[in-house]
T-cell receptor, first 115, second 116 residues
Framework: EAQVTQNPRYLITVTGKKLTVTCSQN?????MSWYRQDPGLGLRQIYY???????DKGDVPEGYKVSRKEKRNFPLILESPSPNQTSLYFC??????????????FGPGTRLTVT | AQTVTQSQPEMSVQEAETVTLSCTYD???????LFWYKQPPSRQMILVIR??????QNATENRFSVNFQKAAKSFSLKISDSQLGDTAMYFC?????????????FGTGTRLTIIP
């Protein structure tokens, strides 16, 4: 089954304790991305990756890091989490199909609370 | 930069009725995609329908259809014969059509409740 998986699904942590949210896709997609969802703001892009070892900032990258050492994995790293990073996080992946047939697949989401 | 506006934070409708969710966007691009995503209480993001800007014909997927007005930069979603399972948050999203960052720019969402 084609899917994007994220772990953990729920996480409560304290300020300053480094954490990693994993993302993995089994569709051989080249493109992967992280979004955060906050009430009243919709989803906003944090980082994206066009391929292995190719990553770049999205709209809200402050306080986050990513890496892309393998095509299937795209972990999100919070080196020193703060309460304003409490949010719902989504990983997404895609590959461009023929013009007119495009879809981005989303993971199930990770609810992060930083106290 | 692109912006997407959903002006209806909440809507409710009786089961079996038709409901239309509004979305407007601002862009200087000529080639792009527009999407409607559904987010039920499970929080999963589910693609409902997709429209390519170069296509004049409005997209349809079973009970879901769109009214795409390119000149007006409007992209509304119509749900016909609404069902209880349609209760969810709905997001409108925009993406430029080019070989680069495939960023989706989302609106703030419309919470739709279907009343039994």
């Amino acid at each position: 089954e084609a899917q994007v998986t994220q772990n953990p699904r729920y996480l409560i942590t304290v300020t300053g304790k480094k954490l990693t949210v994993t993302c993995s896709q089994n569709m051989n997609h080249e493109y992967m991305s992280w979004y955060r969802q906050d009430p009243g703001l919709g989803l906003r892009q944090i980082y994206y990756s066009m391929n292995v070892e190719v990553t770049d900032k999205g709209d809200v990258p402050e306080g986050y890091k990513v890496s892309r050492k393998e095509k299937r994995n795209f972990p999100l790293i919070l080196e020193s989490p703060s309460p304003n990073q409490t949010s719902l996080y989504f990983c997404a992946s895609s590959f461009r199909k023929n013009r007119g047939s495009y879809e981005q697949y989303f993971g199930p989401g990770t609810r992060l609370t930083v106290t | 930069a692109q912006t997407v506006t959903q002006s209806q934070p909440e809507m409710s409708v009786q089961e079996a009725e038709t409901v239309t969710l509004s979305c407007t966007y601002d862009t200087s691009e000529n080639n792009y995609y527009l999407f409607w995503y559904k987010q039920p209480p499970s929080r999963q993001m589910i693609l409902v329908i997709r429209q390519e800007a170069y296509k004049q014909q409005n997209a349809t997927e079973n009970r879901f259809s769109v009214n795409f007005q390119k000149a007006a930069k409007s992209f509304s979603l119509k749900i016909s014969d609404s069902q209880l399972g349609d209760t969810a948050m709905y997001f409108c999203a925009f993406m430029k059509q080019y070989f680069g960052n495939e960023k989706l720019t989302f609106g703030t969402g419309t919470r739709l409740t279907i009343i039994p």
